[in-house]
């Protein structure tokens, strides 16, 4: 069976849990349209994130990257269109690395678009009740660096289809920030369902609003 791999991310930031990882875990070996899961957990680490997501693209040769991160204060499953050639931590990572506006392939191009068919993921999202938007910016810090590493990686590999998504906190993160919106687990789980389901599904995208003025 073809593989997909799923990424999430370790806790960073002052969080004991990660709700990334929580939601990729619980579909490690799901088997979905005739495709095994394969989760992997990544450190929030510029540098060495990349270097990990890569040798699981190497072991597995996946039909599909999703990639998932917290982005805490968001409220909606944000379905991410491009990624930056900087990294710029607000904070350090885990390891201690906070690079300032540093490219993250000084031979690469400024940007990548993600090659999941987002507007089409974001529709079938919310079909199923479920909140869920367009991100125009994955941010300066791990996600959008790994975001970027993945895009790079892939951009050799035109038959392997790869994304960025990011979350909102879960419940149990929420009530120690005040006025943070959040979003269950179960949902988050079947929003990263639907978003393998609907890549497999459709080859190119659909033509559906989805941009911001902001
Ligand atoms: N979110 C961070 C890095 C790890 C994560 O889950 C980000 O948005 O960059």
Same mark, same amino acid.
């Not at 930031?13 to 849990?17: A, K, L």
């Not at 506006?101 to 191009?109: F, H, R």
């Given at each position: 069976m073809p593989n997909i791999l799923l990424t999430g991310f370790e806790p960073f930031?002052? !969080?004991?849990?990660n709700p990334s990882w929580e939601a990729v875990k619980q579909l490690d070996r799901a088997s979905i349209e005739g495709h095994n899961v394969v989760s992997r957990l990544i450190p929030v680490a510029f540098g060495t994130s990349i270097d990990l997501l890569k040798k699981s693209i190497e072991e597995l040769n996946p039909a599909i990257v999703i990639a998932v991160g917290q982005a805490g204060g968001r409220s909606a499953i944000s379905v991410e269109r491009v990624a930056i050639n900087v990294s710029d931590g607000r904070i350090p990572d885990n390891e201690g690395r906070q690079p300032v506006? !540093? #490219?993250?392939?000084?031979?690469? #191009?400024v940007a990548y678009w993600s090659t999941l068919p987002i507007k089409a993921v974001v529709k079938a999202i919310r079909e199923e009740g479920i909140p869920a938007e367009i991100s125009q910016t994955a941010g300066t810090y791990v996600c959008n660096h790994l975001f970027y590493g993945l895009m790079d990686s892939l951009a050799s590999r035109r038959d392997i289809r790869g994304g960025f998504i990011h979350i909102p906190f879960i419940p149990e993160q929420a009530v120690r920030h005040s006025g943070q919106p959040s979003l269950g687990l179960r949902d988050i789980i079947k929003a990263i369902e639907i978003a393998v389901r609907t890549t497999l599904t459709y080859e190119a995208d659909i033509e559906a609003i989805g941009g911001s003025i902001h």
């Open positions: 930031g002052g !969080e004991s849990i506006d !540093e #490219p993250i392939n000084p031979n690469g #191009p």
